[in-house]
């Protein structure tokens, strides 16, 4: 294969033709930098959420590497072996690129882990996660927080919340979430126009380091597979349908909730009690 722009020999198939590795690049870049341009990420302090994977890792290279104002903020779950292999990548890169790191340890600053719980983990270490991206970051004083979640998966919550009949939801399927709330930190969401496959070819390319680690209790979901099979026979699927989620987004119905603070800890919820402190409570 030649590449499409320059005519040299490469093996990349990416973005629906072939690519030598610097154009490659380049046109991942130009992606990543459209997002961040768009809402004025230049002056803002940026908190990079990492978990140590390929998406947060290239978000934390991309951004250390092109100069932004970021820190990295990395939650310790307790979840072994992989909250240790992830710890030490992402303190090992942070060094790397000179930029501070905040680490939460779960355990040992709130008390309990993960594992304290029987079943349903992934809906607890999203309930963590959210509610700890927002809090930390926001008391270090971020403006704002970049999560590493890239264009497959807001196509598969594209398609699990239509399923679902959560259209509600599909709002939020967008590069950047304002803020609701004075508590509550805005989102940018930097890969939000590049998928699984650029990601990790990017990574590799450029030597970013990550944990090819994946979660001991997430579950297969199938989803990002049967896009690339789609993809196989209709070029540029996956762009075309997250440019039709980011404009279909403000169609879907807005839900009214308004954002009060926890009688308990203080932060945003739509309750009295938030679900952190919720999920802390059942343990005592
Ligand atoms: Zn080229
Ligand atoms: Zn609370």
């Known amino acids: 294969m030649k590449c499409k722009i320059c005519g040299k020999e490469t093996t990349i198939h ?27 990420m230049r002056d803002k302090k940026i908190a990079v959420a990492l978990s140590g994977g390929k998406d947060s890792m290239v978000v934390l290279h991309y951004l250390a590497t092109h100069d932004y104002d970021v820190f990295g903020y990395f939650i310790d779950l307790d979840i072994p072996p992989i909250s240790e292999i992830s710890k030490n990548i992402v303190m090992k890169s942070c060094k790397e690129y000179s930029i501070p790191l905040v680490i939460t340890n779960l355990r040992k600053e709130y008390g309990f882990t993960v594992a304290d719980f029987r079943g349903k983990s992934c809906s607890i270490c999203g309930t963590i996660k959210r509610y700890l991206i927002n809090k930390v970051p926001r008391e270090e004083g971020a403006e704002v927080v970049a999560t590493g979640h890239n264009m497959d998966d807001f196509i598969e919550f594209f398609f699990k919340n239509m399923l679902g009949k959560n259209y509600v939801w599909n709002r939020n399927m967008v590069p950047y979430l304002p803020s609701e709330h004075p508590k509550l930190l805005p989102r940018i969401r930097p890969l ?58 403000e169609f879907f119905p807005e839900y009214d909730v308004e954002l009060k603070e926890c009688k308990i800890c203080g932060e945003p919820t739509s309750r009295e009690i938030c679900s952190f402190c919720t999920l802390k409570n059942k343990i005592k």
């Open 14 to 40: 990416a973005f629906g033709m072939p690519l030598c590795k610097d154009d490659f690049v380049r046109l991942f870049e130009r992606r990543v930098e459209r997002i961040l341009k768009k809402y004025k």
């Open 192 to 249: 939000y126009l590049v998928g699984d496959l650029e990601t990790k070819l990017y990574a590799d390319i450029l030597g970013v380091k990550y944990s090819p680690e994946k979660c001991p209790f997430a579950k297969f979901s199938g989803w990002k597979e049967i896009f690339y099979d789609i993809e196989k026979k209709k070029r540029n699927f996956r762009h075309e349908m997250i440019r039709s989620i980011w404009e279909m987004a």
